[in-house]
T-cell receptor, first 111, second 113 residues
Framework: AQKVTQAQTEISVVEKEDVTLDCVYETRDTTYYLFWYKQPPSGELVFLIRRNSFDEQNEISGRYSWNFQKSTSSFNFTITASQVVDSAVYFC????????FGGGTRLMVKP | NAGVTQTPKFQVLKTGQSMTLQCAQDMNHEYMSWYRQDPGMGLRLIHY???????DQGEVPNGYNVSRSTTEDFPLRLLSAAPSQTSVYFC????????????FGPGTRLTVL
């Protein structure tokens, strides 16, 4: 069975700190996709990144970076120099035979 | 393009009532799905569809029905509402499969008394 675990339920940082959100997944599928979504206080879900299981290259997009390690079944997300606008709930998800979401990490960035 | 639209935005039901949550997309996406979001549990898949006329159950399908008569529409029916169905419901669509980027609707907040 698929499972996505986001062990950090809440993280609080001060603006300009770096923060890493952890994501660990379990799957028996050999081909799968991993995602991160952001849910700001307004409630909508915003796509951040998609990674397939054959591509372990890390990705950087501005202040955001992602580290995919198949050996540890992890797909961690780092925000560099956090800003108040980064405050949101972040979800990791795995699409194998079903699209499964983790429980989310609430990030609070204080000024 | 309107993207993914959901109606209503808010709904209050009494136990035992039935209702339909509407979802429509104008992106010609094949894959559509319904999720419920409960505190601390992320989003859980209720039902999904890989194309018109084809639907399948997700992780938590009990108490819900779906149909997909057109590519654009994917309504979710609550047969006999229960307080355990109090949740925020999101509809999503993607180009072809669950492995593609999901576009989410704004959500419907449902309360069952």
């Amino acid at each position: 069975a698929q499972k996505v675990t986001q062990a950090q339920t809440e993280i609080s940082v001060v603006e300009k700190e770096d923060v890493t959100l952890d994501c660990v997944y379990e799957t028996r599928d050999t081909t799968y996709y991993l995602f991160w979504y952001k849910q700001p206080p307004s409630g909508e879900l915003v796509f951040l990144i998609r990674r397939n299981s054959f591509d372990e290259q890390n990705e950087i997009s501005g202040r955001y970076s992602w580290n995919f390690q198949k050996s540890t079944s992890s797909f961690n997300f780092t925000i560099t120099a956090s800003q108040v606008v980064d405050s949101a709930v972040y979800f990791c998800a795995n699409a194998g035979n079903m699209l499964t979401f983790g429980g989310g990490t609430r990030l609070m960035v204080k000024p | 393009n309107a993207g993914v639209t959901q109606t209503p935005k808010f709904q209050v039901l009494k136990t035992g009532q039935s209702m339909t949550l509407q979802c429509a997309q104008d992106m010609n996406h094949e894959y559509m799905s319904w999720y419920r979001q409960d505190p601390g549990m992320g989003l859980r898949l209720i039902h999904y569809s890989v194309g018109a006329g084809i639907t399948d159950q997700g992780e938590v399908p009990n108490g819900y029905n779906v149909s997909r008569s057109t590519t654009e529409d994917f309504p979710l029916r609550l047969l006999s509402a229960a307080p355990s169905q109090t949740s925020v419901y999101f509809c999503a669509s993607s180009y072809r499969t669950r492995g593609d980027e999901q576009f989410f609707g704004p959500g419907t907040r449902l309360t069952v008394l």
